[in-house]
């Protein structure tokens, strides 16, 4: 069974041009969140979604970010027009979910790492 | 609002020696509390969870932590360390509204 995997893992973008960052979940999961990591800092959530729903993007920036996770495919985490304060490492982890709609276990890919120039 | 913290910025041991890694949390009920490791350039492995139960809890790698409410601690500790160790330590909680929130995490290094 493979793992959380993410695609690109390096990313590099010149300002102003649009960053797509791609999550495929494991095997069964129908839960994908993504978080951003700044140099030095800790994990911070970003949004939260199920398959063709947007549950909770309460972390995610208000202009330029979007995600979507469709009925088929990746989940998808876009930025449009980068700045330099975009560049981070990008993580998306998946959960199964369970009974009652409650995930505890998150397993994370291993990132993407965005640089803008 | 829950929040995590990890008061060691960066924490340098001996290789063998014991270590112990501190984590503190703020949420109003029980929360679900993890332990994740990173090393460079890489993703997050999951060491170990605590959801309910026994306080003290084994995880991989030889890791283990122990939940204390009344201090509203989650230290994780292990008992002699290998070189392989070192990496970033990340505390987490999950408060029930479907995310993380993690600690600013600990940086582990191994000295021979």
């Known amino acids: 069974n493979a793992g959380v995997m993410q695609n690109p893992r390096h990313l590099v973008r010149r300002r102003g041009q649009e960053a797509r960052l791609r999550c495929s979940p494991m095997?069964?999961?129908?839960?994908v969140y993504w978080y951003r990591q700044l140099p030095e800092e800790g994990l911070k959530f970003m949004v939260y979604?199920?398959?063709?729903?947007?549950?909770?993007e309460s972390g995610m920036p208000k202009e330029r970010f979007s995600a979507e996770f469709p009925k088929e495919g990746p989940s998808i985490l876009r930025i449009q027009q980068v700045v330099r304060g975009d560049s981070a490492a990008y993580f998306c982890?998946?959960?199964?979910?369970?009974?009652?709609?409650?995930?505890?276990?998150?397993?994370f890919g291993p990132g993407t790492r965005l640089t803008v120039t | 609002a829950q929040s995590v913290t990890q008061p060691d910025i960066h924490i340098t041991v001996s290789e063998g020696a014991s270590l112990e890694l501190r984590c503190n949390y703020s949420?109003?009920?029980?929360?679900?509390l993890f332990w994740y490791v990173q090393s460079p350039g890489q993703g997050l492995q999951l060491l170990l969870k605590?959801?309910?139960?026994?306080?003290l809890v084994q995880g991989i790698k030889g890791f283990e932590a122990e939940f204390k409410r009344s201090q509203s601690s989650f230290n994780l500790r292990k008992p002699s360390v290998h070189w392989s160790d070192a990496a970033e330590y990340f505390c987490?909680?999950?408060?029930?509204?479907?995310?993380?929130?993690f600690g600013t995490g600990t940086r582990l290094t191994i000295i021979p």
């Open positions: 987490a909680v999950f408060a029930g509204n479907e995310k993380l929130t």
């Open positions: 605590y959801f309910s139960g026994d306080t």
């Open positions: 982890a998946s959960s199964p979910g369970v009974a009652g709609g409650t995930s505890y276990e998150q397993y």
């Open positions: 095997k069964g999961h129908s839960h």
């Open positions: 979604l199920q398959k063709e729903n947007i549950i909770d």
């Open positions: 949420y109003g009920a029980t929360p679900y």
